[in-house]
């Protein structure tokens, strides 16, 4: 993919009780992906971060610590950094996709998803995105308990579709 990505955004919400939540997805790829390329986070203001080396760049990864729906908070250190909307890729759940699906696309709606909202609020709507289909509950009423709660049965392809989203983040990259 030819666009020149200098930031990675993970979206998900600090705290244990939150980690293998469905709407932690965004974390746990970044935190696989930094792991991968042997580098650790550092905690800087209301965010962790990270500098990878890939394919001769360096790419700040992000997670912000502000939880959720304040996500778009972690935008004004980007921006003093001069990462444009256009220069960022964000890594977040996605409710209107089946559990496992990936999809990769710029700009958009945040489509009800309170971190997207919180970013787009920020900075717009023209950044990349990975978005992690997650599934959707019967009733609309369960969608925050459902985002909220572990992956159960999908257990067994966790690892294996994060180990999917690395490659998409890293097909950014490709020369």
């Known amino acids: 993919?030819?666009?020149?990505?200098?930031?990675?955004?993970?979206?998900g919400n600090p705290g244990a009780q939150y980690r293998f939540n469905r709407h932690n997805i965004g974390f746990l790829v970044v935190d696989a992906f930094v792991d991968q390329c042997g580098e650790n986070w550092a905690l800087k203001d209301s965010m962790q971060c990270a500098t990878v080396?890939?394919?001769?760049?360096?790419?700040?990864?992000?997670?912000?610590?502000?939880?959720?729906?304040s996500s778009g908070k972690v935008i004004s250190f980007l921006q003093?950094?001069?990462i444009k909307p256009e220069n960022m890729l964000v890594v977040h759940d996605e409710?209107?996709?089946?559990?496992?699906?990936l999809a990769v696309r710029k700009g958009g709606s945040h489509r009800g998803h309170n971190g997207l909202r919180s970013l787009i609020e920020?900075?717009?709507q023209e950044f990349w995105r990975l978005r992690f289909g997650i599934g959707r509950?019967?009733?609309?009423?369960?969608?925050?308990?459902?985002?909220?709660?572990?992956?159960?049965?999908?257990?067994a392809d966790i690892n294996r579709l994060i180990d999917e989203a690395i490659v998409m983040i890293e097909n950014f990259f490709e020369e």
Do not use: R
């Open 53 to 69: 080396h890939i394919n001769g760049l360096s790419v700040l990864v992000v997670k912000p610590q502000t939880f959720m729906n």
């Open 80 to 82: 003093k950094k001069g």
């Open 137 to 155: 509950p019967d009733n609309k009423e369960d969608v925050s308990t459902y985002v909220l709660s572990n992956f159960q049965e999908e257990n």
């Open 122 to 124: 920020a900075c717009g």
């Open 95 to 101: 409710l209107e996709k089946k559990f496992g699906t």
């Open 1 to 11: 993919m030819k666009t020149e990505i200098k930031a990675i955004i993970g979206l």
